[in-house]
Nanobody, 113 residues
Framework: QVQLVESGGGLVQPGGSLRLSCEAS????????MAWHRQTPGKERELVAL???????NYPDSVRGRFTISVDNAKNTVYLQMANLKPDDTAVYHC???????WGQGTQVTVSS
């Protein structure tokens, strides 16, 4: 069974950091690009990071320089390191395997003082 399970969300103060993890199972992790998206109520899901199989990564302007996506193929895990967090980063963060449209259940990140 193909599955993605996120963890690492929580409450953090503005300017703080957080690392999200997404553990994959049911497929050969290293053969796929992986992505992180976020969603707030009333808005569409927003792509915040994408990493290709060759390691090249892309970010939207809203998070570039603050977020970093990485993978550990041995652990079948993709990470999202978030720094200098802002209240606007508050959302449910989902990881996704774009091929096949496989989504995780999401993890809540709240940035608030």
């Amino acid at each position: 069974q193909v599955q993605l399970v996120e963890s690492g969300g929580g409450l953090v103060q503005p300017g703080g950091s957080l690392r999200l993890s997404c553990e994959a199972s049911g497929f050969t992790f290293s053969g796929y690009a992986m992505a992180w998206h976020r969603q707030t109520p009333g808005k569409e899901r927003e792509l915040v990071a994408l990493i290709a199989t060759g390691g090249h990564s892309n970010y939207p302007d809203s998070v570039r320089g603050r977020f970093t996506i990485s993978v550990d193929n041995a652990k079948n895990t993709v990470y999202l390191q978030m720094a200098n967090l802002k209240p606007d980063d508050t959302a449910v963060y989902h990881c996704k395997r774009p091929i096949g449209g496989i989504w995780g259940q999401g993890t809540q990140v709240t940035v608030s003082s």
